[in-house]
Structures are given as C-alpha cells and as structure tokens.
C-alpha cells in the first residue's frame, strides 16, 4: 500500500466519498485511491458515540489533476474499477463487497475555494460591453450575464465567470468599490457569487441567520435590537431593546472585521450586549406574520429612489424602494423603505446588507415594524 504523505505546505485537493463499506477502514480506502496519485490525508467520518464508520470518507489529494482522475474513475463504480494502465476487482484484491456504487466529488468546501463566477453590482443601466470593458484587463471572461427586466432593461447587477481563481480574485480586488461605470454616481460592487451549498445554507437558516441546533454562544439577533442614534431632527424609526447597544464602528479599509464563523450572529464586528432568544423571531412583524418590507437607514445622501432598488435587487424581486425627501430642503434624509415580494428574499437581504459598507457608514437594515 502506497503511505499517506504529508504536504510540504498547506494546499491538496480535497474529495468526498460516500457509500464505502462501513467495515472499511482507511487502509482499505486508500488501496482503492492511491492509484491516481498522492494521498496527504484521508478520514473516514465515525459515529462520535460508537466509533463506528458513517459510510463517508474525505481525501486529499496532491493536485487537481489526481483528483479529477479518482472523481472521474471512481464516482458510480461499484465492483470493478478502471482507468488506463489498470482494472481493480475491490471485491477480490481489496476484500470488500460493494452494496451501493461509490459517490465520489469534490467536498463543499473544495467547492467553494475553487468558485470563480463573482456578482457584480451598481451597473446602472450599462449593458454586456461596457461591463466587459471594465473587466476584460483582469483574465479571460467565460460568461458574462446582466439580468434583466422583462422588458430588457437592466436591473443593476450581473455575474460574471474568469477561466481562473486567480483571474477573478484579482477581479474583485481591482475593481470592487474602486471602479464607477459611465452614468453612474456609485462604485461597482464585486464579491464572489453564493455556491449552492452557501445557498442551501441560508434557506436553511433560521430569523437570526444562525444554523439551527447550534444556539450556545450566540450573541442576540443583531436586526431587532438596534440603539438607534437618529440624525438631528429625524425620527427614531427602529423599536429598540434600551439593554443592547450597538455603534457605528470605525471603517477598516471599507470593511469591518468579521468576528463569528455563523452567518447573521454579529456578521459585522458590532458589539452586543443582553438580550434573549425571544430577539430571534425579527424576521416577522408584531401580528406575527412574515413580513415583506424592510427599514433601511444610513441610505448614502445622493441615492434615489432607483439606486435604492437597484442595491436590493440581488436579493429578490424589490416591489417598491422609496426614499424619504424632506419636504422642506428637498433633500434625502438618508432612510427609507423597500419592500420585496416574499419575506424569504426579505430576510436574505437583511442577512447580507445589514451593517454593509456604503460611502463611509454601514447600512442598517430591518424589517419594517408595525405601527399597531
């Protein structure tokens, strides 16, 4: 049998395997896939309680090329498998009996680490080639889409794929937040578009964006509980808990430092205090109903109606974004409201744009509360 190597740095490319023999161990494992290359690392996943085999296995190998070969060999093979230069019989040179063929594919993680396709945002009205333009000097674009609006126009935003990792994260560091498009008064936003695993997860996320089953340690819903420090003369238009505190903290090179490993459990660095369990139903309004329309303070002083809707957007279908104007001067006075078709793209959209960079102050975004 060919032994586990250690890498000289950190690195491999990691696969899942699914359906081996619970009786295999990672020796067993390892005669199968150490035909395609070098193994740094294999662990087959075991009952916490029993020690017992799950079924599955994670294993890493050198280089991409080994693992697309074991992927390509070895996923939906059950008895025998073969390639060029070799046929194993498992049953006979390994000793194992194959009930289900084995499932073998990069791991989530992998997955993500190798994503290239990046949503971009703040397009205005550009269409594919100005877009194409701005990126093209960054690698070779293999797909470019700008969503559109029934009737063709564009909604603001886009995805955009290189034919490298490395071509799209020089992308978004080159252009996001530092590039403008012609007609536009905002910087293009770039970041790395949800995998479906990331997608998955936060279908699966609760009103307080924490995964469910995992409650110890969680500091209080940050949407609900805001110490609201309204601008001179403007309302107060968040319902507060006065035991939490939460403020404006200074920019970090335009982004705050992240400070928990959950999605929506303080995603951006703000200190939180008290509070309960109670604080993590926010994602309905006090008749207890999913709510649709979301509070928005610190909007950037030269945004409209348009802009507003146009930010949103990613998150779902947006029904209508208004800005409130002073009757008076004429002019915004930075809050306002917008109202998305279901409360799911609602909640998704206070889970990645609460507390978001945006010309200098971090957005606030809740969900709209009743008066009653």
């Not at 996923?75 to 006979?92: A, K, M």
């Amino acid at each position: 049998m060919q032994s586990i190597q250690q890498p000289q740095q950190q690195g491999g490319f990691t696969v899942f395997v699914g359906h081996i023999p619970s009786s295999m161990n990672e020796d067993g494992v390892s005669q199968i896939f150490n035909k395609f290359g070098t193994l740094y690392d294999i662990t087959i996943i075991r009952d916490k309680r029993t020690n017992v085999s799950k079924g599955c296995a994670f294993i890493t190998f050198g280089t991409k090329e080994e693992a697309d070969l074991a992927i390509n060999t070895v996923n939906n093979s059950n008895q025998y498998i073969e390639t060029v230069g070799f046929r194993l019989d498992i049953r006979l040179e390994i000793g194992f009996r194959m009930t289900k063929p084995l499932q073998v594919k990069y791991s989530d993680n992998e997955i993500e680490k190798m994503e290239r396709k990046l949503f971009i945002g703040m397009l205005g009205a550009s269409e594919e080639e100005q877009v194409r333009a701005i990126f093209r000097p960054y690698g070779f674009i293999e797909e470019l889409t700008i969503v559109k609006e029934k009737d063709g126009k564009p909604k603001g935003y886009g995805f955009i794929k290189f034919s490298t990792r490395d071509e799209s994260e020089t992308a978004l560091r080159e252009v996001d937040g530092k590039q403008t498009l012609f007609g536009s008064n905002q910087p293009i936003i770039v970041k790395f578009a949800d995998t479906e695993r990331q997608k998955r997860k936060k279908m699966l996320m609760g009103g307080n964006g924490t995964p469910s089953g995992n409650n110890q340690s969680v500091p209080m819903n940050p949407y609900n509980q805001f110490y609201q420090q309204s601008a001179p003369g403007y309302p107060n238009p968040f319902f507060y808990n006065q035991n939490s505190q939460i403020s404006q903290q200074p920019m970090n090179g335009g982004y705050a430092p992240r400070t928990s490993n959950y999605a929506g459990a303080n995603p951006y660095g703000m200190q939180m205090g008290g509070g309960n369990n109670n604080a993590f139903n926010s994602n309905y309004n006090q008749q207890g109903e999913p709510s649709n329309d979301l509070f928005i303070y610190y909007i950037p002083f030269n945004y409209g109606d348009e802009e507003l809707k146009s930010l949103f957007q990613p998150y779902g279908n947006v029904v209508s974004a208004k800005v409130f104007i002073d009757k008076e001067t004429q002019q915004s006075k930075c809050f306002g409201f917008v109202s998305f078709d279901n409360p799911q793209s609602a909640m998704q959209a206070i889970q990645q744009m609460n507390g978001q960079p945006c010309d200098g102050k971090r957005l606030k975004v809740d969900f709209k509360k009743s008066k009653n």
